[in-house]
């Protein structure tokens, strides 16, 4: 069997190659380079073949032995557990029966663990002379056994054994101890299966945490931009308010220019009525020149209206143009909350506005029927007029209207001739008569054309109130359906944070329930020492009594530990949230100070 090993290949051959030189390298036999490294490594890669995981025919043998059927290859399987079971029963064996030793390493808190893993790992080599390695303790245990037991020992072999078979061990307690261990370790197996758990579970508590505060951080970001668009509409709206006004204020000012006009046309009208029936009588040359002089003047206060409607016009169309632009900033910015006062007096504003135009329409029927008669009385005023007139007339027809300063030039020029001539001679009446009709045919022409600018003013006005009516209900309706998300969101941050709040305080629960039992479990561990040692000292002599005292102050420390330790700290939230990125949690330090005791 060995000879097929050693013509194989080993996958660790790279491993025991590594480990060789550190194996006995005080002893001139395993020196690098020697025949007992070249040894070594065929007898540990032939076992390495035949067990998978370790290692001259005879040490083979031995080796092969020693792992199967001395169990020793348990110690060396990545668990480890009867590497446990062994520190265990020695820790056990040395409180029953050297407890003075037992209470001394626990007061300088020097644990089984720390000495007695290379001892069982490699049966003593390390520590010790070959001859002697199997049978002997550890040599770092005190500096006194360090230096003066370790030269009796070596000079005197037998005395070492004698006090080793002196120490009897109890078969039924070994496997009682053994049977404590594995059920010690299956417990702590599946505490360190919860204890992931509920670290994994934390860890994802906390990303959970993070998430909903960098949301929350998110939230509050577009809260506190909502609130500057917010202000900025609501200035927006007073600048809008006063805009009304103003509108409102102009509204004014035309139904008052409209009253004018109606004034002005039934004047007319009763005017007209009025040279109709004193149409066969003569004027006075006083009156005629009275009614050239108030119809000259009544033309160029028309004249002036219409300059100031063609600026009325101009600052309206201005006006537009900057309502228009916003309505644009209206349309890119979310809605503001003064639009039910807006809508109210926009309502206000549309009312009036019917009524005008109503109005407007009677005015227009109005104009109709004026027209009509002024175009009856002109044909009729044709068939009285002198042969004459009528030869003069032609070329007056023919003109073409001049512009307001012509006509009023033209008026000017033709008050001075029939001045003239009304100085000069009698003859010339009907001449006089030709030229107030044409004057006051001008006037007329005048004042409609006013009347129709003022009509074309009110219907832009109409439209751009429309236009602004329609912009603000678009305004309120994506401020309504912007609220409604908002407050959904804030609905659905409520949820998460109430669930998350839920899962913190069940983990909270689940981590304290963790600690009391360790703490439950570490007292009753304690409390199973205390009492061997007392079991111990009383079976002492009364010689003693000094040795006695000292383990109760003993006992007595390890109560108040034991009282310290049982009072611990649950973490709270706040602690759960500061510690994102710090590995030794609460739980963890819990742990370990369960697990040091």
Known sequence: MYSEYMRQSSVYEKVILRDIPRTYPELEFFKDGGRGQSSLFNVIKAYSIHDKEMPEEEAFAV???????????????PTMTDLGLCMFQLECIVQEQMPDLHAHFNNVGFHTSMFASPWFLTLFTTTMPLEIANRIMDCFLAEYFQRDIRERFENDPDLLFHVAYKVQLNPKRMKKLEKEY???????????????RLRTENRLLRQRIDYL??????LADRLVKGQVNLAKEAENCINIAHELSKLRDINSDAHKKLEDAYETIRELSSTKRDEFVEMGIQVDDTTMIERIHSLTQELIDAHTRQADSENSIRETKNRILE????????????????????????????????ESSLALKEMRQRMAELEQQWAKYVHDRAFDQSPTSEAAEPPKEKEQPSPPIGQLNSARAKLAKITASLMGSPSEEETNGITVRELEDQLMGVRIKEIDTLAELKEMRQKTRKELENELKEQKIKFVQREGE??????????????SMQNIQDLKQSIAQLELKKAEKWTRNQLRGSSVCDLDDETNSHGSASSNGDALSLASDDMNALVADMAIKVPTLEELVEE????????DSGVQLSDAR
């Open 63 to 77: 080796l092969l032995r020693l792992m199967e059927n001395y169990r020793l290859r348990e110690l060396y399987k």
């Open 182 to 196: 594995l059920a010690k370790r299956t417990k702590e197996q599946e505490e360190a299966v919860e204890l992931r």
């Open 213 to 218: 505060e960098a949301e929350s951080s998110a």
């Open 323 to 354: 309502l228009e632009s916003a309505n644009k900033r209206l349309r890119e910015d979310e809605p503001s909350e003064g639009i039910a006062g807006l809508q109210e007096e926009l309502i206000s504003v549309k009312m009036r506005g019917a």
């Open 486 to 499: 908002l407050k959904e969101e804030c609905i659905n941050e409520r949820l998460k944070y109430s669930e």
């Open 580 to 587: 994102k990125t710090d590995g030794n949690d609460t739980t």
